[in-house]
């Protein structure tokens, strides 16, 4: 039996980088949350990929969710942009 070679992409695990990720955003139906994540890629240095993030109301109006993909350099970029949004009080979860 052979020993797996840990550099051989194939048995890399996790996120690459840099790459292609999404991004998604939930919070209260009254918050502006689609310019909030717009603000938030741009103060993280990411490249939004798709010219208009994805949108949706809960059933219940309740709650929002912002969807949106970006390109990130490094694990820290993601990160960071993942733990401003997750401050912000009108967020309830990111994914």
């Known amino acids: 039996m052979t020993t797996p070679d840990p550099d051989s992409?194939?048995?890399?695990?996790g996120f690459v980088f840099p790459?292609?990720?999404?991004?998604?955003?939930m919070g209260d139906?009254?918050?502006d949350l689609l310019a909030l994540?717009?603000?938030?890629?741009r103060a993280a240095g990411v490249e939004r990929l798709e010219c208009e993030p994805r949108e949706k109301i809960s059933?219940?109006?309740r709650f929002r969710s912002i969807s949106a993909?970006?390109?990130c350099v490094s694990r820290q970029q993601l990160?960071?942009?993942h733990a401003a949004l997750k401050?912000?009080?009108a967020v309830k979860w990111t994914l």
């Open 79 to 81: 990160e960071a942009l």
């Open 19 to 25: 790459g292609r990720f999404e991004l998604t955003v």
């Open 87 to 89: 401050a912000h009080p």
């Open 59 to 61: 059933s219940g109006g």
């Open 37 to 41: 994540v717009a603000s938030e890629m």
């Open 9 to 13: 992409p194939a048995d890399v695990t």
């Open 29 to 31: 139906a009254d918050a």
């Open 69 to 71: 993909s970006f390109a």
